[in-house]
């Protein structure tokens, strides 16, 4: 038996039994994304970015990785409980759909649409065709589809629309590809508001991140160096403030103190 993976499930059922709960819509998403080996943040990591909402307060928020739409609704239902927005009848923008397939970003006027990411609270991004339908659905029946915007589409293509126009966010969940961290980097740091906050998920990558590069798999290799390097980076640039923390698969957050510092 691997007593540390035991302890480490023992421990992560118990602090499961002590924590609040989402609603049961939200609940019912992640069972499905569990049983469907669907990726989704571990409740460990969701209680400490629950907790980090609730600290910083945001009226904008960005996800790069929406997977099935369970931590877009998670992130809404908390900022509900705040105050900061409420549900509504209105639908998922389907003006975002088509993109993975026409390779653009945006599919009608590009001010209006433009003026409508800019009204919504949480923007998330997803590229992976077979999970989009999931996640539309998901966030349709949250009752929380006017306060989230939701873009399909490479995230690379879509941060750089987002900057081009102006959109400013004070808080990005990085949940997508390990490997491309590192890429998304600077543009997530065009995209913040001064204060503002990168929460980077699955950091320590199950403690592969330590290993020697000639002890990793040669197919994660590339993963292996890139996430390295976006470690680095955050930890050793000055318009940052970043701290690495082991909760979960490890969690790296990084405050924004501005392009001047």
């Known amino acids: 038996m691997d007593y540390d993976k035991y302890y480490n499930r023992r421990l992560g059922d118990y602090i ?10 939200c609940e019912s998403i992640r069972r499905y994304a569990l049983d469907s080996n669907v990726p989704v943040v571990k409740r460990c990591t969701e209680l400490f970015l629950k907790n980090i909402l609730y600290i910083k307060r945001p009226l904008k928020i960005l996800e790069i990785g929406t997977a099935i739409g369970y931590s877009a609704v998670m992130m809404a239902e908390t900022l509900e409980s705040m105050g900061i927005i409420k549900k509504c009848d209105d639908s998922v923008c389907d003006l975002m759909r088509d993109i993975p397939k026409k390779d653009i970003f945006m599919t009608k006027d590009l001010e209006d649409d433009f003026l409508s990411v800019s009204k919504r609270a949480i923007t998330t991004i997803e590229k992976y065709e077979k999970r989009i339908p999931y996640a539309e659905k998901n966030i349709k029946e949250s009752g929380f589809a006017g306060s989230i915007n939701f873009i399909c589409a490479d995230a690379g293509k879509a941060l750089l629309q987002l900057k081009e126009h102006g959109v400013k966010y004070d808080f990005i969940f990085m949940d997508g590809a390990k490997a491309q961290y590192i890429n998304w980097l600077e543009q997530s740091i065009d995209l913040l508001n001064t204060g503002g906050i990168i929460f980077a998920d699955n950091v320590l990558w199950e403690g592969i991140i330590i290993e020697s590069r000639f002890a990793v798999k040669r197919r994660d290799r590339c993963i292996h160096s890139r996430l390295r390097q976006y470690l ?30």
């Open 232 to 261: 680095y980076a955050i930890t050793h640039d000055k318009r940052l403030k970043s701290s690495i923390i082991p909760v979960g698969d490890g969690v790296a957050l990084s405050v924004y103190n501005g392009a001047d510092v």
């Open 16 to 25: 499961d039994l002590l924590s609040d709960k989402n609603s049961e819509f």
